[in-house]
Nanobody, 123 residues
């Protein structure tokens, strides 16, 4: 059974940093993609960044330069380092995974979803 567990969310002041982790278990595929998505109240879920098993990366335009996605492939843990956080970054952050390589921006293109971790940025 595939499970994705997010951690690292919390409350931080504007300008601060957080590092989110997505730990995948039961995920034994050679080709995969993990995407970090976020959903703020009243808004649609949107891609923040995605990472494939061969190291390809995609960022949303608004996050490039502030956020960095990386992976410890041996453990299949994918990290999202978030710097210079703004109140507009407040959302639930979800880790999604799919069993193919492809930097999809649509959450529905992913096969597995985590439960999410809350990120709150105060002004």
């Amino acid at each position: 059974e595939v499970q994705l567990v997010e951690s690292g969310g919390g409350l931080v002041q504007a300008g601060g940093s957080l590092r989110l982790s997505c730990a995948a278990s039961g995920f034994t595929f050679d080709d995969w993609t993990v995407g970090w998505f976020r959903q703020a109240p009243g808004k649609e879920r949107e891609l923040v960044a995605a990472y494939t098993s061969n190291g390809a990366i995609k960022y949303a335009d608004s996050e490039e330069g502030r956020f960095t996605i990386s992976s410890d492939n041996a453990d299949l843990t994918v990290y999202l380092q978030m710097n210079s956080l703004e109140p507009e970054d407040t959302a639930i952050y979800y880790c999604n995974a799919k069993v193919s390589r492809g930097l999809e921006s649509e959450a529905l293109k992913y096969d597995y979803w985590g439960q999410g971790t809350q990120v709150t940025v105060s002004s």
